[in-house]
């Protein structure tokens, strides 16, 4: 079993990694899909990029109309674990 000052370190790490590599998926994706609908074959893989329509509900105006009773009534509570990892003061990590 890896001990837990080890695990926060790997987690951190890889979180790290991670946030890099979403930064440059970001900036990819937002590069095909400017370029317009259609598809595109790569050596691996192929992409698709189509316009379509998304309905969204605004929540905050939909709880603007009902009863704090209501929305009481209507909320489930679940209890949920989280994870927090940050970076110590002073710590710089080369990625």
Do not use: C, W, Y
Request: proline share 1%; hydrophobic share 45%.
């Amino acid at each position: 079993m890896i001990s837990n000052i080890l695990l926060v370190d790997r987690i951190g790490t890889l979180k790290a990694e991670v946030a890099a590599q979403m930064d440059e998926l970001k900036a990819l994706e937002a590069e095909l899909k400017a370029a317009g609908p259609g598809r595109t074959q790569g050596d691996l893989f192929e992409a698709t990029v189509t316009i379509s329509e998304r309905d969204t509900l605004d929540m905050k105006a939909v709880r603007e109309h009902l009863s704090r009773q209501f929305v009481q009534a209507h909320t489930v509570v679940t209890a949920v674990r989280t994870l927090k990892v940050a970076a110590r003061s002073g710590k710089a990590l080369a990625v």
